[in-house]
């Protein structure tokens, strides 16, 4: 009998880890099933361009089904508890699924509801059908102060709150706006990013290209009428367009099965992904509460590991490498320029500021993220 592996979710994580498996092991050994809920799988990043028009938002989805190799059984239903003591999964369709393995990747979910006025007069361009109304705003944009930010810590790919305000700044310019316009930029600690050698060169940009910065700012509530965002720590700033990413938590589904952590993640060994002591339930993407990027590389990494550990334990082989945390994450910061950072656990980001590479990098990267990483092949 070959092993069952149930992976849970859909996306980025569910969708790698299950494509990679996959090459690693033979159908003999291992049974890959998927369940998840999302009809199409969209390309997060391209959340960023497509709010300033800059890409066809068409390229950025494909269905998910088409996008699972050879070999894996794909069962589109939405998972309602998760009993890990009796190796059991209850779906909404009314499945009750066993397994040898388990890999939760069902990443995370905004709300909203936990900033009061949020919902009344925010912007975004974390989904696509914010960055598609987020594009609308901008078109009809004239000037004042258009205020960014992030809610709260932490969010998925936390450069993009950087990269959309450096893309902000181009657009203004290239339409004859930026004169017109005062582009705020609010974070919640006591830095522009969380990162230090990446805040000095986001700091020094932002104050080269006029952007105010408030630093210390968690978003405490949003007051729609008078269009003042209030922080926590006491600061009120005013705005004409807010555009703030909103709050993240981890699925309902997680917490409901209890193996949850307050912000609704799960708590997995840094080194070994697994959840407390199970030696067969696991966690990749960004429902975990690993202290590395919430990233689609982070994932890819992940899925690299715990995909050569299954193949392992299944054809009675030791593996005895551990998962080093990588991160990989490309942003652009206009005018032609990107830039990528590479760290892990143990080593502190290596960055290759102002690369023309980079730009064109994330020019491509749904097209190498749908042909290859997503494939498992990258
Ligand atoms: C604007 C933006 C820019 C970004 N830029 C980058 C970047 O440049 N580089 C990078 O590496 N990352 C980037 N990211 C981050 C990256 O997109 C995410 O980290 C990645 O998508 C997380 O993958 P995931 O599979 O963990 O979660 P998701 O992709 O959210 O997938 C979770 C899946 O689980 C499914 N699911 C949830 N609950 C259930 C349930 N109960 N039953 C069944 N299915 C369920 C969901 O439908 C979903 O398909 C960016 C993100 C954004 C928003």
């Known amino acids: 009998m070959p092993a069952r592996v149930l992976i849970l979710g859909d996306g980025d994580a569910g969708t790698i880890m299950a494509n990679k498996l996959r090459f690693h092991t033979s159908r003999k050994d291992v049974e890959i099933t998927v369940v998840g809920n999302s009809k199409n799988h969209y390309f997060k990043p391209d959340g960023v361009h497509i709010s300033?028009?800059?890409?066809?938002?068409?390229?950025?989805?494909?269905?998910?089904?088409?996008?699972?190799n050879y070999g894996v059984n794909y069962i589109a239903d939405t998972v309602t508890a998760i009993d890990v003591a009796n190796h059991s999964v209850k779906t909404a369709g009314g499945k009750n699924m066993n397994y040898d393995y388990l890999i939760?990747?069902?990443?995370?979910?905004?709300?909203?509801?936990?900033?009061?006025?949020?919902?009344?007069?925010?912007?975004?361009?974390?989904?696509?059908?914010?960055?598609?109304?987020?594009?609308?705003?901008?078109?009809?944009?004239?000037?004042?102060?258009?205020?960014?930010?992030?809610?709260?810590?932490?969010?998925?790919?936390?450069?993009?709150?950087?990269?959309?305000?450096?893309?902000?700044?181009?657009?203004?310019?290239f339409h004859g706006l930026r004169d017109k316009t005062e582009i705020?930029?609010?974070?919640?600690?006591?830095?522009?990013?969380?990162i230090p050698n990446v805040a000095d060169y986001i700091s020094k940009k932002m104050e080269e290209r006029g952007i105010?910065?408030?630093?210390?700012?968690?978003?405490?509530?949003?007051?729609?009428?008078?269009?003042?965002?209030?922080?926590?720590?006491?600061?009120?700033?005013?705005?004409?367009?807010?555009?703030?990413?909103?709050?993240?938590?981890?699925?309902?589904?997680?917490?409901?099965?209890?193996?949850a952590d307050d912000g609704g993640y799960i708590n997995v060994d840094k080194n070994r992904l697994n959840y407390k002591d199970y030696d067969n339930v696991f966690a990749v993407g960004d429902a975990t509460n690993l202290p590395v990027s919430k990233a689609g590389a982070t994932a890819h990494f992940e899925s690299q590991?715990?995909?050569?550990?299954?193949?392992?334990?299944?054809?009675?082989?030791?593996?005895?490498?551990?998962?080093?945390?990588?991160?990989?994450?490309?942003?652009?910061?206009?005018?032609?320029?990107?830039?990528?950072?590479?760290?892990?656990y143990n080593k502190p980001p290596r960055a290759n500021f102002d690369s023309k590479f980079d730009y064109f990098l994330?020019?491509?990267?749904?097209?190498?993220?749908?042909?290859?990483m997503v494939r498992g092949i990258a």
């Open 52 to 68: 300033f028009n800059m890409l066809d938002y068409k390229k950025s989805v494909k269905p998910t089904e088409f996008l699972f």
């Open 104 to 173: 939760i990747a069902t990443g995370d979910r905004f709300t909203p509801e936990d900033i009061p006025g949020y919902s009344e007069s925010a912007r975004h361009f974390y989904n696509l059908d914010h960055a598609l109304e987020l594009q609308k705003e901008l078109k009809a944009f004239k000037g004042g102060k258009i205020v960014i930010g992030q809610a709260s810590i932490p969010i998925m790919c936390p450069p993009a709150p950087y990269e959309f305000t450096f893309l902000l700044d181009e657009y203004l310019n």
């Open 184 to 194: 705020h930029y609010v974070y919640p600690i006591n830095s522009v990013f969380t």
């Open 212 to 259: 105010i910065t408030h630093t210390l700012f968690n978003v405490d509530s949003i007051d729609p009428k008078n269009k003042k965002v209030q922080s926590l720590e006491g600061e009120s700033v005013d705005y004409d367009l807010l555009v703030m990413i909103p709050p993240h938590r981890g699925q309902k589904v997680i917490s409901d099965s209890g193996l």
């Open 305 to 344: 590991y715990l995909s050569n550990k299954i193949a392992a334990d299944t054809s009675g082989n030791v593996y005895n490498e551990l998962y080093e945390g990588d991160v990989a994450c490309t942003t652009v910061t206009g005018y032609e320029k990107g830039i990528t950072l590479f760290f892990n």
């Open 362 to 372: 994330k020019w491509q990267s749904a097209d190498t993220f749908f042909s290859s």
